[in-house]
């Protein structure tokens, strides 16, 4: 349409003059075009319609990029790109060589820094402010946080840090009551109780400059009163749980009252002590079927944009992370000593069912990983319960110490399903999971193991708990077959020969065991018979079976999904090396040392060379395997 306003908005300047009619316009074509390319490319859909006016408000009132907006998380940023100069690239978000679905700053100058994980924000923003007053500069900093984001303790690390004295530094708590799954814990019920008494931090500050007024002993009084209007505060609002680390609270706000916004954002912006505004907002706004799904219109797959239903999936096989829900949940109907913990991500990783039917046993415990790992450890304390903690490897990172000093050091047998490892597609280098084989493997007697299907996937969830030692089974989200046949137990570090041969020996790692069996038979072509090993397990290696199969195979190839210099193949490099098989050739494909940004799986594995063509291909020149004139190599 020719009186459209969203395509003349070419950076934040643009917004500055226009009149509050036009601002509620153009709030409604930027809900319109997010829903228009999330049916499409998929995305981080209700997060983003609930944050549309505060976003607009922020880019009306301070000056972007002089000005720093931190937002947390930064998977509600698709407004911030569209008033940013982004807004004719918008339909790439999230694809190859696209934008990203977070804020990167190699996308432009308004995006600060490259984020993806909750709690972050808070932080930075306080570093970056604190090299704005060392350098004598005096522009905004403005965190933008989640009410989940309390939940996370590195917040309230940070807020604990927060100078008394900061200057023109705004916090903005977008307050949705919902992270990804619904909030959970002690701190959620602070903002629920502010909100039936939000003139009480009005009240508190208006006494104490009456007290302070009276002549002579005014000062002396407010000083001493303070603890008492202090405890009267907390009868009435908690508004000093901001107050006791240096903020001053301003709130609640409605977050879709442009107008309240840009007033309040107007009002402070010279503050001389740092302030937390409280936004509320409607998580979907102006999507009802996101309104009525908040949880499952976060992460959205593509939908119908005429109903907002989601379309049927690419493939009618289940995925690694259904069969992990559907089945720890029987292994619990049958077990009442099974217990599972998630911080947060109990709808990824399919514990919804488990939650409901057994709420004592299976536990969110908010966006807190590290809290998450340890409290796995003290559940797990006397071995009279069986713990698993689900969490996805892009999250575990930030629980490594938990993970050695709780679990790994104290020899307790904690469990770890590992979702959502290898590559994360759309989701992009924030979101990769190739990094928790390197870490798990520093860790005396922990068990590192990754199913290649369904089926083994229960095999090894059931014989995990036998194995008496923590232990972690890693798998992707993807589609993958499965079966109703007899589950057989798997001893730990015991591989598994899909296919006989000599010569050359193909080692793939889970799922790309089956690219390797592609692998095998295109080299089958040129008269090369390969054999085929799932080793199911990377710690301990089945070192009886590799020492066996090497009396006939003296080339190996190692396919994972997974950082080359830190995963299975450097795994298997080290044991030739240590063993003396100075005389096999060894070809290792997996990541190489760079972040992988966003795209779909397919793109990104033959971007990185990990496709049964392009291994071929390698296989053949490395080997000096004699190839038909038909390959292109």
């Known amino acids: 349409m020719s009186d459209s306003l969203l395509p003349n908005i070419k950076s934040p300047k643009d917004i500055k003059s226009l009149p509050l009619p036009a601002l509620t316009k153009l709030a409604s074509e930027i809900r319109h075009r997010i829903i228009e390319v999330m049916s499409i490319n998929g995305g981080h859909l209700a997060s983003n319609l609930g944050s549309v006016e505060l976003t607009l408000a922020l880019h009306r009132v301070f000056n972007s990029p002089e000005d720093k907006l931190i937002w947390d998380v930064s998977h509600q940023t698709y407004i911030h790109k569209l008033l940013t100069g982004r807004a004719d690239q918008f339909q790439t978000i999230r694809k190859y060589k696209g934008l990203c679905g977070f804020s990167h700053p190699k996308e432009s100058p308004h995006d600060h820094f490259l984020a993806g994980h909750a709690g972050t924000a808070l932080s930075l923003a306080l570093g970056v402010a ?77 006494l104490d400059q009456i007290v302070s007024k009276i002549p002579s002993y005014g000062a002396k009084l407010a000083k001493q009163g303070h603890k008492i209007t202090e405890s009267l505060k907390n009868l009435v609002s908690p508004a000093v749980f901001f107050e006791q680390y240096g903020l001053y609270y301003v709130g609640p ?168 490892a290898g590559i994360a597609g759309p989701d992009g280098s924030t979101h990769n999971g190739i990094y928790d084989i390197s870490f798990l493997n520093a860790m005396p007697n922990m068990i590192i193991s990754q199913p290649r299907n369904g089926q083994v996937l229960k095999e090894l969830l059931e014989s995990s708990f036998s194995w008496g030692r923590p232990a972690a089974i890693r798998y992707p989200n993807m589609a993958t077959e499965d079966s109703t046949g007899p589950l057989m137990p798997r001893e730990a570090g015991k591989g598994e020969v899909l296919s006989e041969g000599e010569g050359i020996l193909i080692i793939g790692l889970g799922h790309m065991v089956y690219t390797g069996l592609q692998v095998k038979a295109m080299l089958n072509e040129i008269g090369v018979n390969a054999t085929v090993l799932d080793p199911v397990f990377v710690k301990p290696l089945d070192t009886e079976l590799l020492c066996k199969l090497l009396l006939t195979h003296q080339r190996i190839v190692t396919i994972e999904e997974h950082s080359l210099c830190s995963g299975m193949g450097s795994i298997i490099n080290n044991f030739l090396m240590s063993q003396g098989y100075s005389n096999v050739q060894v070809a290792n494909f997996g990541i190489p040392e760079t972040f992988v940004e966003q795209g779909s799986h397919a793109e990104l594995m033959n971007e990185l060379g990990l496709t049964p063509q392009k291994i071929l291909q390698r296989v053949v020149l490395q080997f000096n395997l004699k190839a038909p004139v038909s390959m292109n190599v």
């Open 130 to 206: 604190k090299n704005r007053d060392l350098t004598k500069r005096q522009e905004h900093v403005i965190p933008i946080i989640g009410d989940a984001t309390l939940t996370c303790g590195m917040s309230l690390e940070a807020l604990n840090n927060v100078p008394r004295g900061l200057k023109n530094f705004i916090v903005v708590l977008n307050d949705n009551a919902m992270s990804i799954s619904k909030n959970v814990g002690a701190i959620t019920h602070i903002l629920s109780r502010l909100l039936s008494n939000p003139t009480s931090n009005k009240i508190y500050h208006e």
């Open 253 to 420: 706000i409605d977050g879709h009252d442009i107008k309240k916004l840009t007033d309040t954002f107007e009002a402070l912006k010279h503050s001389e002590w740092p302030v937390v505004v409280h936004v509320l907002t409607n998580k979907g706004q102006g999507m009802e079927e996101a309104i009525k799904n908040p949880v499952s219109y976060h992460g959205a797959k593509p939908f119908d944009i005429g109903t907002g239903k989601f379309l049927p999936a690419p493939s009618a096989k289940p995925t690694f992370p259904k069969i992990f829900g559907a089945h720890i949940l029987k292994m619990a109907e049958s077990d009442p000593s099974l217990t599972a913990v998630t911080p947060a991500m109990s709808a990824g990783s399919m514990l919804d069912d488990f939650m409901k039917k057994f709420p004592d046993r299976c536990l969110d415990v908010g966006i807190a990983e590290g809290h998450a790992v340890t409290f796995c450890g003290g559940l797990v304390y006397g071995r009279k319960m069986k713990v698993v903690a689900s969490l996805y490897s892009t999250f575990l990172q930030r629980a490594f110490d938990n993970l050695f000093h709780d679990v790994c050091l104290q020899e307790l047998p904690v469990v770890f399903a590992i979702d959502r």
